[in-house]
């Protein structure tokens, strides 16, 4: 049974900086796609960071400079690092993994809130 369970949201101002965990089970992050994605209230899921199983990353230009994504395999756990947040990054943030032979996880989400 897959499980990811993301942590490490709140509340902070505007400037400020938050680390979200995505800690798994049932499933290595090794050698696979893992991504954060988020869902801003009334919009649409949107991708902001993608790590693949070489290393390289990809960023919207929403978050680009401010957001990085990494993963400690030894723990099985992905990270989001977000500094200098916006109140527009305001949202619920999803932790995701693909297979190798495309089945999606997700997790249940952590609430990002970020005051002006």
């Known amino acids: 049974q897959v499980q990811l369970v993301e942590s490490g949201g709140g509340s902070v101002q505007a400037g400020g900086s938050l680390r979200l965990s995505c800690a798994a089970s049932?499933?290595?992050?090794?050698?696979?796609?893992v991504a954060w994605y988020r869902r801003a209230p009334g919009e649409q899921r949107e991708l902001v960071a993608t790590?693949?199983?070489?290393?390289?990353?990809s960023y919207p230009d929403s978050v680009k400079g401010r957001f990085t994504i990494s993963r400690d395999n030894a723990k099985n756990t992905v990270f989001l690092q977000m500094n200098s947040l916006k109140p527009e990054d305001t949202g619920v943030y999803y932790c995701?993994?693909?297979?190798?032979?495309?089945?999606?996880?997700w997790g249940q989400g952590t609430q990002v809130t970020v005051s002006s």
């Open positions: 995701q993994v693909r297979t190798l032979i495309g089945t999606m996880y």
């Open positions: 790590l693949d199983s070489g290393g390289s990353t």
């Open positions: 049932g499933i290595i992050f090794s050698r696979k796609v």
